[in-house]
Every structure is written in structure tokens, then in C-alpha cells.
């Protein structure tokens, strides 16, 4: 398994640009998870997704939309680019299981690096 | 979310054992201790995690209090590669869906 996978590693935008982070995971989790982390500071969640058609907000959501229309995918859009952005992207995927009383870890990608000017 | 406090930064010796502490005093009877950790440029990475009972695997030790305020994951043996941030997370029974709640962790520095 590739477990999960971000494209692109790297990226340089101008402020007001749009773009689409990639993420896709080949095994088979229900949960998908978008993460920021600026320097110095821990990861904070943006979107998620529970299932295929279903997805909700996280801590800091605003500039950034998702869409999850297959289980693999769950790609991360910026309209208009800005600075505050700049930070490293990080897509995790789980698997959960709402009527069992325990829990299963998150797996992350190796994450976007975006820098907005 | 209950709130986890741990150590900005420890430091210690290859090849010795490593005990890295966490105290979350508003723990709910339901919330499982997670912790991860996050290589220099790599996104975190599962160790172990655990509900009431000390837990083991080949990564690490998790030591939990009786009273669950607090908790410690142990490094058996620390090798240079275990130089990392390691955020010590609480996540509610059977949830997971709205993501983890990361702290700024503590830097573990392994010197040779």
C-alpha cells in the first residue's frame, strides 16, 4: 500500500491564485482529514470527511473548500490565495467505526508545502 | 476538548531509555491517550495509545496513571532517528471525526 498520498510536495503562489491540493489513499478508510501547520506550532484541522458525499468544517476552514465524491479522494481547494496560507498541508485518512467504542489512528501524508507572495 | 500540558523540550542520550511526560487533569472517563510524533519535515506518525491499562508496542511503552491525569510514553531505548516532536493527544471513545487536537508537543533532541 501507498498508504496516503499528497501532490504536489512543493508550491509557489501569487496572491489571489487558486489552486487544488491532491489527496488520495488506497486503503479504504472512511475518514479523510485536512490539516494546516505554520512553523513552530501544531497541526490545525481544516476540513473532514466521514464517508464519500460528506464533509464538514474544522478549526480554521475559512479561504480554503473540499469535496469528497470517491472514498480514495479528498482534494483541498484555495480560491484567492493569500499570505496567511503559507503553511505546510498535511491529508490524513482513518478508519472508524461509529458503534465500536474504540478508537484507530490516523495515518498522515507527507505533506504539501505552500508559500504564497 | 480536554487539554493535554507537556514539556517543551527534553533532551537525552542515545542508547538510554526516554520517558516523556503528559498531564491531561480534565480527562473525561471516555477519552483514549494518543500520541504521535513528527520527524523534521514528515507529517506525524502514530506510536501507541491507550484507555486505562499501561499498553505496549514495538515503537513504545504508554504508562498510565491510576487516576488518568497524567500519562508517560517511554522509549525503551532511544536512537538518534527518535529525535522528533511527540504530541501527546486526546481523542473521545469511538470518534476520530473531527480530527486531533494538536498542542506544540515536546521536542525530544537525542545527542550521540
Known amino acids: 500500500n501507498a498508504g496516503v498520498t499528497q501532490t504536489p510536495k512543493f508550491r509557489i503562489l501569487k496572491i489571489g491564485q487558486s489552486m487544488t491540493l491532491q489527496c488520495t489513499q488506497d486503503m479504504n478508510h472512511n475518514y479523510m482529514y485536512w490539516y494546516r501547520q505554520d512553523p513552530g506550532m501544531g497541526l490545525k484541522l481544516i476540513y473532514y470527511?466521514?464517508?464519500?458525499?460528506?464533509?464538514d468544517k474544522g478549526e480554521v476552514p475559512n479561504g480554503y473548500n473540499v469535496s469528497r465524491s470517491t472514498t480514495e479522494d479528498f482534494p483541498l481547494r484555495l480560491e484567492l490565495a493569500a499570505p496567511s496560507q503559507t503553511s505546510v498541508y498535511f491529508c490524513?485518512?482513518?478508519?472508524?467505526?461509529?458503534?465500536?467504542?474504540?478508537?484507530?489512528?490516523?495515518?498522515f501524508g507527507p505533506g504539501t508545502r505552500l508559500t504564497v507572495t | 476538548d480536554a487539554k493535554t500540558t507537556q514539556p517543551n523540550s527534553m533532551e537525552s542520550n542515545e542508547e538510554e531509555p526516554v520517558h516523556l511526560p503528559c498531564n491531561h487533569s480534565?480527562?473525561?472517563?471516555?477519552?483514549?491517550i494518543h500520541w504521535y510524533r513528527q520527524l523534521p519535515s514528515q507529517g506525524p506518525e502514530y506510536v501507541i495509545h491507550g484507555l486505562t491499562s499501561n499498553v505496549n508496542n514495538r515503537m513504545a511503552s504508554l504508562a498510565i496513571a491510576e487516576d488518568r491525569k497524567s500519562s508517560t510514553l517511554i522509549l525503551h531505548r532511544a536512537t538518534l532517528r527518535d529525535a522528533a516532536v511527540y504530541y501527546c493527544?486526546?481523542?473521545?471513545?469511538?470518534?476520530?471525526?473531527?480530527?486531533?487536537?494538536f498542542g506544540k508537543g515536546t521536542h525530544l533532541i537525542i545527542q550521540p
Open positions: 480534565t480527562i473525561s472517563g471516555t477519552d483514549y
Open positions: 490524513a485518512s482513518s478508519y472508524s467505526i461509529w458503534t465500536h467504542l474504540t478508537n484507530y489512528e490516523q495515518y
Open positions: 493527544i486526546l481523542m473521545a471513545s469511538g470518534g476520530g471525526a473531527d480530527g486531533l487536537t
Open positions: 470527511s466521514v464517508g464519500a458525499g460528506i464533509t
